[in-house]
């Protein structure tokens, strides 16, 4: 790595900039809609106006995304494809940049190819601490790369930058191909990023996250991958309302931005839920307060007709996406991934119905909620309770686990087997156990104020089938979709009764659950004591609690009262 630190590709990506402010180079600076008309020449326009293109690369090129800096932010190891990236790092960037390299002198295809550049700025402002001026620049040698700038523009309010706020900087070089992947280097150190070879603009939104949530925790703050919204609803016990703020955890494909989405079917007079933000959040260890980070929503486009808020809310010429099929009348066809697999598409918080959105995206200050409610999406299919409350030190052992199952859908050979993200989130910069201990640290100070729950949003009672994981021998009692709904309404009306569980040393939902009609919703048909003889329930449990105990010892430096809080679980 001779040639190249955090702090000469920060000063060549700002060289970038500055030429961006001088007449006949080939960087432009977009700031109106022409940016939009570009883009849009080279995308496929749908019935309701909005506009889809295609892309080479599909999905985050994570095993080709390497952090270089000092020790405190690289991982303790790479994998093969990590390390082959690093270590052609100083010829890509001589490519990218220019000069001399292996005998060869380069021009550099950032001085040669037309760069767009659009600036926007993350955050809603209310704190200058949490706010970051954020710059993209992109090659368009190919003119349908124009999207991906765009794109990423309506994820933000387009203002002046913002006087003092950090600056975050990334460099995205599609029209060098490296395959149906890209390769990104991270400085998050220097605040600065370079993709190349991807045309795929969630890395452009997941890089500029990275870096800002790197800052923030050097500030005071703990950024998390979790949708946010406010709830309020009618209780139960005392016949007054109760106004929640909730932060929503969960692995891709567990329901994280449905259930941001979810009306919990709450229909009394005076009660709401309002979508407040649905990706990134930032916890601001001071007050306790919950800060947004992105005025738009980025949607798995796999929407059914039974979605009554997000899939007409597409229906809008502002909606935009990548990968989502469209035929040649026009028409959406949003189930069909033959042709179009992970389709994603950014529709702006705005364009949801007023009476279903908050007016910011950061979450009221705790002393105007009566609770926070933190809730850690999982899905699994044997034996986990629906709806479990943690204690705080259970809350920070789960948000270490971050866990749900592989799905038949991504691997059928592992149908069933645990998939574990520390914070559901990978995009952790640093240590892991330090965000662990940060984020029990947040609980143990707000204990009175904070709750938190497991939602298992998969379902309990099956019988694996080792010979075919994907057709389980009998396949587990689900609640989803309507179900969900069901449940969380009993939480947030405080309506259910729970009981103790000595499986997980857990409260767990019992009853109390009514369906749209008013009827008893039988919570009995997803109890693992109901669904299983004892010895075969107690095996299950066992493996899961050993699974996650042997997770946890992974991380030396974690507060041991976390890994304590599983470790004491009756069956073990």
Known sequence: MAGYDGEKVLGLVRGLVDRSRHVGTNVTLYTG?????????????NIF?????????RNRSAKYTVI?????????KMGREQQETLDGMDRQFTRVFGGDHGGQTFPG????????????????????????????????????NHHVPYMWGKMYHERDLEPGAENLYILMVPDIHTGNFGRFYGFPESSVTVGIGC????????GMLRMAMYLAKQRGYLGIHAGTKIVRAQNARTGGHTRYGVAILGNSGTGKTTNVGHTHFLDLPGEQSLVVQDDFVGLRLADGRVLGTEQGLFLKTDLDADD????????????VSQNLYIDHLGEILYLDEDLCANGRGILPIKALPRDRRHSSIDLPPLEELDHLCIIFNTRRNTVCPILQELTPEQSAAYFMLGESIETAAGDPAKAGQSVREVGTNPFIVGDPAEEGNIFYDYLKRYEGKVRSFLLNTGGVGEVRNPENPAAPKRPANRPWKNGIGYVTRALFRDSGEWDADTDYGTRVLISGVTDEHGKIYDMKRFNPRKLYGSAEREGLVRELNRERVEYLERFPTLDPSVLKAIKDTHLL
């Open 33 to 45: 809609p022409e940016l939009g008309r570009l883009a849009e020449s080279s995308g496929q326009r």
């Open 49 to 57: 106006g909005g506009y889809n293109w295609d892309t080479r690369v």
């Open 68 to 76: 270089v800096g000092s020790e405190r932010v690289q991982p303790p």
């Open 109 to 144: 295809h950032v001085n040669q190819l037309p760069v767009d550049y659009v600036y926007r700025v993350m955050g809603s402002g209310a704190d200058p601490l949490f706010t970051f001026n954020c710059h993209l620049l992109v090659t368009t040698k190919n003119r349908s």
């Open 199 to 206: 045309d795929y603009m969630g890395e452009a939104k997941k």
């Open 308 to 319: 009554v808020l997000l899939r007409p809310a597409v229906e809008s010429p502002a909606f």
